[in-house]
C-alpha cells in the first residue's frame, strides 16, 4: 500500500487549495478514505471520511469549507479547502479505512 | 463527540523497561480503538486495531488491553527504536477522535 499526497502549500486566508492522495497497491475503489491533519507540534485531528460509495463525513471544523472527493478510474483521493484559515495550518495525512495506512502527509500553510 | 483522555503526557523509560499508556474514552466505545506510533517528521503507524490486534509486522512486545472506556497499550520490553509518540484514537461513532498523546523519552 502506498499513499502520496501533493498539492499543499502556502495560500492566504480566504483562499482555495486542492490537495490529492494518489493511491497504489490495494483496491482503491473498495475502500473508504480518510484525511487526518495535524497542526505544527500538536496532535492529530480527523478531518474527514468518504466511503467506497462515496457517502462523505466531516469533522464541525470544516464542514461547509472542506469537500472530500474521490475519482476511482485515477486512483485518487481529493480534499478541496475553501475559505482557509489560520488554524488550518497543518499537515495532512490520507489514510485508508479503520486508518490502517497513511500517506507521509503534505504541508499547508495559510498565511498572509 | 467522544473525548479521549491519554495518559501519560510524557513518560520517561529506558530500555528493556515495560511501560503502560492509557486511553480513557468519555463513553463506552465497544472496544473500536486503536494505537498508533509516530516518530518525528514521519506519518503515524498503526500498531494495535481493535484494542487488541497486532497490525502486520508490529512485533509482539506491543500488546494492548480494555474495554469499555478504559484501554491501555504496552509495551513489554522496551527497545531504541520504540522512543516517540503513541497516539489513541476511537473509531466507534463519528466524528471519531484521538488522545492528545504520549511522548515516549529515553531516560
Known amino acids: 500500500v502506498q499513499l502520496v499526497e501533493s498539492g499543499g502549500g502556502l495560500v492566504q486566508p480566504g483562499k482555495s487549495l486542492k490537495l490529492s492522495c494518489s493511491a497504489s497497491g490495494f483496491t482503491f475503489s473498495s475502500y473508504g478514505m480518510h484525511w487526518i491533519r495535524q497542526a505544527p507540534g500538536k496532535g492529530l485531528d480527523w478531518v474527514a471520511y468518504?466511503?467506497?460509495?462515496?457517502?462523505?463525513v466531516y469533522a464541525d471544523a470544516v464542514k461547509g469549507r472542506f469537500t472530500i472527493s474521490r475519482d476511482n478510474a485515477k486512483n485518487t483521493l481529493y480534499l478541496q479547502l475553501n475559505s482557509l484559515k489560520s488554524e488550518d495550518t497543518a499537515i495532512y495525512y490520507c489514510?485508508?479505512?479503520?486508518?490502517?495506512?497513511w500517506g507521509q502527509g503534505v504541508m499547508v500553510t495559510v498565511s498572509s | 463527540d467522544i473525548q479521549m483522555t491519554q495518559s501519560p503526557s510524557l513518560l520517561s523509560a529506558s530500555v528493556g523497561d515495560r511501560v503502560t499508556i492509557n486511553c480513557k474514552a468519555s463513553q463506552n466505545i465497544n472496544k473500536y480503538l486503536n494505537w498508533y506510533q509516530q516518530k518525528l517528521g514521519e506519518a503515524p503507524k498503526l500498531l494495535i486495531y481493535?484494542?487488541?490486534n497486532l497490525q502486520t509486522g508490529i512485533p509482539s512486545r506491543f500488546s494492548g488491553s480494555g474495554s469499555g472506556t478504559d484501554y491501555t497499550l504496552t509495551i513489554s520490553s522496551l527497545q531504541p527504536e520504540d522512543f516517540g509518540t503513541y497516539f489513541c484514537f476511537q473509531h466507534n461513532s463519528w466524528p471519531g477522535t484521538f488522545g492528545a498523546g504520549t511522548k515516549l523519552e529515553l531516560k
Open positions: 468518504i466511503s467506497s460509495s462515496s457517502g462523505t
Open positions: 481493535n484494542t487488541n
Open positions: 489514510a485508508t479505512t479503520g486508518l490502517g495506512y
